[in-house]
């Protein structure tokens, strides 16, 4: 009996396959000429055979790098041909990766799982995916998932590649249709989703910048003269890079000289150019050799998680098409020239120097697609104001010089020949944005108070020199939060004292008479330095050895700093702030570290600055059960509103899965702020907000609702946040939001909008 029922279950299974494989070739020849019409009509037929609640199709581009979405049953329809993964990322580029089947009954417990916020496939718990090979060749990944979590049996994974094998027969056929939404045709449209390196919209016609070099030459039987090539077209790179140092920007701006130094550092890496002369000697031609030591490079940078070591790398990637430029005489656009006006340069990397020498000549936006938030390149771009895109995850060879491009920095956006509609809906966006941004300047010199007559203090946010130069646009009272790292993570090298003094000094003369808050190094978590050698890799950084932590652990750092901070000031008002403290002893420690410098500066004839304060950010939750004793201690404090809140829910803010457990504009939030602001008022010790809710329209209203007058943001936001200020009653704004803090849970965003509108804010 048995017996018969397993005979009876393989021929059903038998001719339950016939049955499916006669429906996808029926599926497949109903769809015409329309390719993503049938692969649309496929995987509803299969999530329908496996009773699943998604079945979706990820294809392998031709260049075998990347894997789209092409159709799917039950993730998001926006998704198709926007969600895109790199070999061996996430479940699906796994998959790919090692050609092996991969079930997983809770797929978001898994380490390797990354979501996609666009395909909405949070929901589903359980993932079986097969890779779709034929003939020994990739062509992508079939994926099953269900709601529910649950165990795929060796029957059903057997079953799911048995299909797989036979799509894998029909995509050949596929692949070689037309599809509507793939037309390569000039006029179709392409969407890219990107990550911001500076934050903007334009709209632009392409300049293509991919630097792709053909070697032609690959093999030279005499090493020698192939060595002297090397040297002099490395010769000529670092005499390209020498003048650049003498360009009145360089000689006048710090910070733009040490990005250039460390260029030309690199070019003058002798493990690099040593490499490079093995490989010569291996009998390769000198492009050849330039060539190989540049793809082993790339690969390292595939690997390298440390945002600083991969940035360097792409920089010996520039340096090394620099090279091959002067060898071959090929792929060379000069940039120093300019580009055509309303410019979008689009290029696989770009060194400091080119964005530099290119500035902002004709460049309405920048594409760049290896580059990261945190390079040089993304310092750069931002503080020229010029919209850039970086870590686009596809080919960008569908692109032609001159066409029409959208680039949205804002929501990390790209449309390649866009439709006339949506040109004009998108120039119509950003010709508001205008008008907005010309009447918020138009309020730049008047005094910042309410409509009801209570002052308020404008300040910014600042780290860089470049940042200085925006904020003097603006009337601010001064800088309320000065970034002293970054002038550490733009070099290769610790600076010493009288580098940084140099730096402070420069800040004192830009900002005059307006005060400056200096925030020791806040290093650690994503900011860290490759030349402090004992930083280790932590589990979880942010809440590992960051900031003060590092400083205290190394008094060195904070004296050196210090001393820097007491020289520039030169009997000048200093205002120097910790970060990240955790406890009221631990503020202590610090200041008590401050004040033996300052003890040993006098002792050596320096001026004592006048005055000295002192001050700490609050965004470690412990503080707050300590708060009073605390706030006694300090000069002032500032409310660091980002970390404070994403600590107190354990929600990371810049995490997909978390981002809606991060709503800040809630009654306990609410509660909690107007705690800090009144407890310090009632002790004196004056208080502001430098956190990110300080510089949205919505949260500076929330803010003056619990009590807090001062605020320092980012340039962009200061005239935005101002006019806001001006229009609000601030006797309605406090009882209307400590009302609305005793609500008992929620959030209360909706009922701050009502409350703008009321005071004609009906935009934000």
């Not at 692969?39 to 894997?67: K, N, P, T």
């Not at 050609?99 to 380490?111: G, H, K």
């Not at 990637?317 to 091959?324: E, K, P």
């Not at 702020?673 to 010790?685: P, Y």
Request: hydrophobic letters at 45%; one cysteine or more.
């Amino acid at each position: 009996m048995a017996t018969d029922d397993v005979g009876a279950d393989v021929r059903d299974a038998s001719v339950d396959f016939r049955d499916l494989f006669r429906d996808l070739r029926t599926t497949l020849r109903a769809g015409g000429e329309d390719a993503q019409q049938s692969l649309q009509a496929i995987v509803e037929l299969l999530a329908a055979h496996f009773r699943s609640d998604v079945c979706s199709l990820y294809q392998l581009d031709s260049a075998g790098d990347d894997l789209f979405l092409k159709a799917t049953k039950g993730l998001r329809a926006e998704a198709v041909g926007r969600t895109v993964l790199h070999l061996g990322e996430g479940l699906v580029g796994t998959v790919a990766e090692t050609r092996r089947p991969l079930a997983l009954e809770c797929a978001q417990a898994d380490a390797r799982f990354i979501f996609r916020p666009e395909t909405g496939e949070e929901i589903y718990q359980s993932f079986l995916g097969v890779p779709l090979i034929r003939a020994r060749t990739l062509l992508g990944v079939l994926v099953v998932q269900h709601r529910e979590a649950r165990r795929y049996g060796a029957e059903e994974i057997e079953d799911c590649e048995t299909v797989a094998q036979f799509l894998s027969e029909m995509l050949q056929q596929v692949s070689h249709r037309p599809s509507a939404r793939d037309d390569p045709s000039p006029q179709s449209s392409l969407r890219f989703s990107a990550v911001p390196l500076s934050p903007g919209l334009a709209v632009g016609k392409v300049v293509l910048y991919l630097k792709d070099i053909v070697i032609r030459r690959w093999r030279a039987p005499d090493p020698a003269p192939e060595v002297i090539r090397v040297q002099i077209a490395l010769q000529d790179v670092e005499d390209a890079l020498e003048a650049l140092l003498h360009l009145p920007d360089a000689v006048a701006d710090p910070e733009m000289r040490e990005l250039l130094e460390a260029d030309l550092m690199l070019a003058r890496d002798h493990g690099w150019r040593e490499k490079i002369v093995a490989m010569i000697g291996r009998g390769l031609s000198a492009e050849a050799a330039v060539q190989s030591v540049r793809e082993d490079l790339r690969e390292r940078m595939k690997v390298v998680s440390n945002d600083y070591i991969r940035a360097r790398l792409m920089d010996l990637d520039d340096l090394s098409h620099r090279v091959l430029v002067k060898l071959t005489g090929e792929g060379h656009r000069n940039l120093s020239d300019g580009l055509p006006p309303d410019s979008i340069l689009v290029c696989r990397s770009l060194g400091t120097a080119e964005l530099l020498q290119v500035g902002q000549k004709g460049l309405a936006g920048l594409v760049v697609v290896d580059a990261t938030p945190s390079s040089h390149l993304a310092i750069i771009a931002s503080s020229l104001r010029i919209p850039a895109l970086g870590q686009v995850p596809r080919t960008l060879t569908d692109l032609e010089d001159g066409d029409l491009m959208i680039l949205d920095a804002v929501n990390g956006q790209l449309v390649g020949r866009p439709s006339p509609f949506v040109v004009a809906e998108f120039e119509a966006h950003i010709a508001a944005r205008r008008t907005r941004d010309a009447q918020e300047r138009s309020v730049a010199s008047l005094p910042c108070q309410s409509r009801d007559g209570v002052p308020m203090q404008m300040m910014a946010n600042a780290g860089l020199l470049l940042d200085l130069e925006e904020i003097d646009r603006f009337e601010t009272v001064g800088v309320g939060l000065y970034r002293t790292e970054m002038a550490f993570l733009i070099r290769a090298d610790l600076p010493t004292v009288d580098e940084q003094a140099q730096l402070y000094r420069r800040i004192y003369e830009r900002m005059g008479e307006r005060p400056v808050v200096f925030r020791t190094l806040d290093i650690g978590s994503d900011k860290k330095l490759p030349y402090l050698e004992d930083h280790p890799e932590e589990a979880n950084p942010a809440l590992g050895w960051r900031a003060v932590r590092v400083g205290l652990d190394h008094p060195d750092l904070l004296r050196d700093q210090f001393r820097a901070l007491l020289l520039a000031a030169d009997g000048r008002a200093l205002r120097v702030m910790f970060p990240m403290v955790s406890e009221v002893e631990e503020f202590g420690v610090a200041r008590g570290l401050l004040t033996s410098v300052l003890e040993d500066h006098l002792a050596n004839g320096g001026p004592a600055p006048d005055p000295l304060e002192v001050g700490v950010m609050i965004e470690v939750p412990a503080l707050l059960w300590d708060l009073e004793r605390l706030l006694e201690r300090v000069d002032f404090a500032s409310v660091g509103t980002n970390d404070l809140l994403q600590f107190l829910y354990a929600a990371d803010r810049n995490n997909a899965r978390t981002d809606s457990r991060f709503e800040v504009l809630k009654p306990a939030n609410l509660r909690l702020l107007t705690t800090i602001a009144a407890t310090a008022a009632r002790l004196g010790t004056p208080v502001s907000v430098c956190g990110e809710l300080a510089g949205t329209p919505l949260g500076a209203i929330a803010l003056v609702g619990c009590g807090f007058r001062t605020f320092s943001m980012g340039a962009a936001r200061l005239t935005q946040i101002k006019s806001v200020l001006r229009a609000l009653d601030v006797a309605v704004v406090e009882e209307r939001v400590q009302a609305l803090s005793q609500y008992l849970g929620g959030n209360v965003r909706g009922e701050i909008v009502d409350l703008a509108r009321e005071f004609g804010l009906d935009s934000l």
